[in-house]
């Protein structure tokens, strides 16, 4: 059974990437419920307004991450600890994920690498925010770049 959905309705990312990444997933989360996941494209007006809305930072960014759970870093996820976190396709949705088309093209430029490669690397980025991790630390930033590295290679995209 299949166990980890992204829910994209963006040719920005198209469904064979989707799949991809929906397969690389499996696994990374013991769970007994399928997890979800949401992807949004936009542009930078409208990532500007979720930073300042959400984060009171005024300013465009690339990738925001809104997790739906709190305290499940590293954690088993089970069905019976969140009773009202599914979604109506019986999927634990754990985040909607907002990257900035334009910055992630710009991004792809300024690191000499392709723009598919920087997407991929901001969408996973904000899968493990949604998961609970975070880079506030050198420790914490180690760790997740850990955890996004074993993902993007699973996906054959490395540094």
Do not use: W
Request: aromatic content about 8%.
């Amino acid at each position: 059974m299949k166990q980890f959905f992204i829910y994209s309705e963006s040719e920005e990312f198209p469904e064979e990437n989707v799949r991809a990444l929906e397969k690389a997933m499996e696994g990374f989360v013991p769970s007994d419920i399928p997890l979800a996941v949401e992807f949004i494209f936009t542009d930078e007006e409208e990532i500007r307004r979720l930073n300042r809305e959400q984060r009171q930072v005024d300013k465009v960014t690339d990738v925001l991450s809104f997790p739906a759970l709190d305290g499940i870093k590293g954690k088993p996820l089970k069905k019976s600890e969140h009773p009202f976190d599914e979604d109506e396709e019986g999927h634990l949705f754990i985040g909607s994920v907002a990257v900035c088309v334009r910055r992630a093209h710009e991004q792809a430029e300024e690191y000499g690498h392709s723009y598919n490669h920087e997407l991929h690397y901001l969408l996973v980025h904000g899968i493990m925010h949604c998961l609970g991790y975070d880079h506030e630390t050198d420790e914490e930033r180690a760790e997740m770049r850990e955890k996004e590295e074993e993902i993007l290679g699973k996906l054959g995209i490395t540094r």
